[in-house]
């Protein structure tokens, strides 16, 4: 940030009770600033710790590049034109020698860009960059030049589980099939041949799987499946044939568990110790050798972080949470991953530390470094030298010594509920005015510790921000979660509202001058939180939002989900009344402020004709409003132009509304 903002600040504040404009004007230079992104990302070690892969930007594409780590210098790149449609979005070794890595695709009637199943190798010298996989469906014989002796064709999303034991050039992969029978998948563990691209099953799944784990010998495989009540199952296999329910016995634990990682003969999971919305969460094992399982550790009741499990020996090192800063247990003092990244904290206070890779030798070592105020920093440490070596920036642009820092804002609702949250002012503020910023999903999605760029740019528009977890939020387990399920319109958003209090009440913002903003859901709870405490907040944002309940679940592509209208009268609602209750639409009565609202004229997710619809409804009710459609943009802005327009209305409005 510069000197010179800070001095305009400075005389802004001693103005404060002559204007209302914000202490940051937010021209396009600024914000692209944070808006373009990462200058380094997925920055990934290669197993034999020679190289390492890396996206960066190139003339605003993504290039994918692999270094050597001796001296620094390319062997390898890959970048997709603008012409093509495509852009890599992210990298995995899969040897020595090859890098897989995966693409979007912009279509030509949205702005957005869709992930694909394609996937790519990438050869160290980069003689060699071949589509392995493709959207169309690999064949048993996919290299074979007669369509006849091609064999089986299997289409859908391929996930990379280990290599095969038996044969160095193939991967075993769980394809989750574009084909529905009876609302339900029919997916497989295949061996893919990485020099051929050929694809022949190894294992069928159960019915309804959501994802597969597999220990790196391929000798268990773990799936979870949900059933027409949408309730999580686990299983297991060792022959890839008969599959096994797995459930825990483990006393004054709940019975859902959530599988994390599969290592050796150990199933690792997280599960809540009792009923409680609140109730805290403990790190798992079960043993598949004793068919025991032992609870691991209690991390309370916060965001698992994940840790470091050594694949030589299956043996948990290290667990990492979150409950209002980074945290962490070293469950194995002696061993050298524990021993480092204890160091990295003791010199980092208050920043994530994240194990990225290990070599296969475990001689050196891939750590990121990031807090809220500190977009990340990528380091290598040796353990031969016992050295630790600064790689590269995520943005180096950025200096988070001028930004402000990310605090926690978890205070207890008035039913006594733990509501875990963040608050984030402008650096050397005084009780600014306040922007409770929502998160969309709403079940599912959190926000957790790290840098924002949407914190930031409301920092940089001169307010601070409150991001609550209300519950409904994912992070903290299946009670928190599903605790929202029903409360889309109510008990949601009194904790927004409570949590905005709380802060009032610490003196820490301005208790008359707060506003709503979010996206999708966000957008939601940002327009029903005028509804509800209409006497409370000067104004709302309201971005990809919904309006009307019934045109949303009518209209909205969730629909399409083999269980999607089941999950939405049970998350939102299935009674006429409390969705009339909890819709915007049929309350606009109530709504006293100043809204904005933005949309995507090809938004499927929050149908645009629910927001067309409202905006009418507004104009014949006669209130204060200002609206802007994005042609081609979907669920949400992609282009460039139209994120920085987006911005600067919301900078604009905000100025004149709080």
């Known amino acids: ?22 202490s940051y004007a937010l021209d396009e230079e600024r914000l692209r600033v944070f808006l373009d992104g990462s200058d380094y990302r997925n920055v990934r070690l290669s197993p034999d710790g020679e190289h390492i892969a ?8 993504n290039l994918l590049v692999i270094m050597n780590l001796a001296t620094m210098k390319p062997t390898a790149s890959v970048k997709y034109s603008e012409s093509s449609d495509m852009d890599i979005v992210a990298a995995e070794w899969v040897n020595d020698e090859l890098v897989r890595y995966r693409i979007t695709r912009k279509f030509a009637m949205w702005e957005q860009e869709f992930f694909r199943p394609d996937v790519f190798l990438l050869t160290v010298d980069g003689k060699r960059n071949k589509r392995i996989w493709s959207v169309s469906g690999n064949y048993e014989n996919n290299s074979s030049g007669s369509t006849r002796d091609r064999g089986k064709l299997t289409r859908g999303f391929p996930n990379f589980l280990t290599e095969n034991p038996t044969n160095e050039n193939e991967q075993l992969i769980y394809v989750s099939s574009f084909e529905r029978r009876d609302g339900a998948g029919r997916g497989g563990i295949f061996r893919l041949d990485l020099r051929t691209g050929d694809t022949n099953k190894y294992s069928n799944v159960p019915h309804f ?10 000798s268990i495989f773990v799936a979870t499946t949900r059933d027409m009540d949408d309730q999580k199952h686990v299983l297991f296999t060792r022959n890839g044939v008969d599959w096994e329910e797995i459930d825990h016995d483990l006393d004054n634990l709940s019975k859902e568990f959530q599988p994390v990682r599969v290592a050796r003969n150990y199933l690792y999971a997280t599960a809540q110790s009792g009923d409680a919305i609140d109730a805290d969460t403990h790190l798992i094992r079960y043993d ?21 499990v050594d694949d030589e020996d299956g043996e ?19 061993h050298k991953v524990s021993q480092v990244v204890a160091a990295f904290a003791r010199s980092y206070e208050g920043f994530n530390i994240n194990v990225v890779s290990m070599t296969d030798e475990q001689d050196k070592l891939l750590l990121h470094l990031s807090s809220g105020a500190h977009p990340g920093e990528y380091f290598l440490f040796d353990f031969e030298t016992r050295k630790a070596k600064f790689l590269l920036p995520n943005m180096e642009r950025i200096d988070g ?6 605090e926690d804002a978890t205070f207890v609702a008035s039913d006594g509920v733990t509501i875990p949250g963040w608050f984030q002012a402008p650096k050397g503020s005084d009780a600014p005015p306040l922007i409770v910023y929502i998160h969309g999903g709403p079940h599912g999605p959190y926000e957790d510790y790290g840098f924002s760029m949407i914190y930031h740019l409301i920092n940089e528009m001169g307010y601070a921000v409150y991001a609550p977890n209300f519950r409904g939020s994912g992070g903290y387990g299946p009670n928190f979660e599903y605790a929202g399920y029903g409360e889309w319109g109510s008990r949601m958003i009194d904790d927004m509202y409570e949590g905005a209090q709380a802060l009032i009440k610490a003196g820490k913002v301005n208790s008359d001058r707060v506003c709503t903003m979010g996206w999708s ?9 005028q509804v509800r405490y209409n006497d409370f907040y000067k104004c709302g944002v309201v971005l990809a939002g919904v309006f009307d309940l019934t045109t949303m679940m009518k209209l909205t592509d969730i629909s399409n989900a083999w269980f999607g209208d089941k999950y939405m009268a049970r998350a939102i609602a299935d009674d006429p009344e409390t969705i009339r209750e909890y819709s915007p639409m049929q309350n606009i009565d109530k709504i006293n402020s100043s809204l904005l609202i933005h949309h995507g004229e090809e938004d499927e997710r929050t149908p645009f004709k629910d927001a067309e619809l409202f905006v009418e409804a507004l104009k014949k009710s006669n209130k204060r409003f200002e609206y802007k459609w994005y042609p081609k943009e979907g669920h949400g802005n992609r282009n460039m132009d139209n994120m920085i327009d987006e911005f600067q209305r919301i900078d604009a409005f905000l100025s004149e509304n709080l």
Not at 1 to 22: D, E, G, Q, Y
Not at 54 to 60: A, F, V
Not at 521 to 529: F, K, P, T, V
């Open 1 to 22: 940030m510069m000197k010179t903002k800070f001095l305009a600040a400075a005389v802004v504040l001693l103005l404060a009770s002559l204007t209302t404009a914000p």
């Open 54 to 61: 890396l996206i960066t930007q190139e003339d605003d594409r």
């Open 209 to 218: 799987t959501m994802q597969v784990w597999s220990n790196e010998e391929a």
């Open 288 to 308: 598949f050798s004793s068919g025991e399982w032992e609870d691991v550790y209690n991390i309370g009741f916060a965001i698992f972080e994940g840790g470091y």
């Open 316 to 334: 948990a090192k290290l667990v990492q949470w979150n409950d209002g800063a980074p945290k962490f247990e070293l469950l194995d003092k002696t």
């Open 401 to 406: 010594n001028e930004l402000g820092e990310l």
């Open 521 to 529: 859901y966000g957008g939601y709870g940002s327009l029903q939180s």
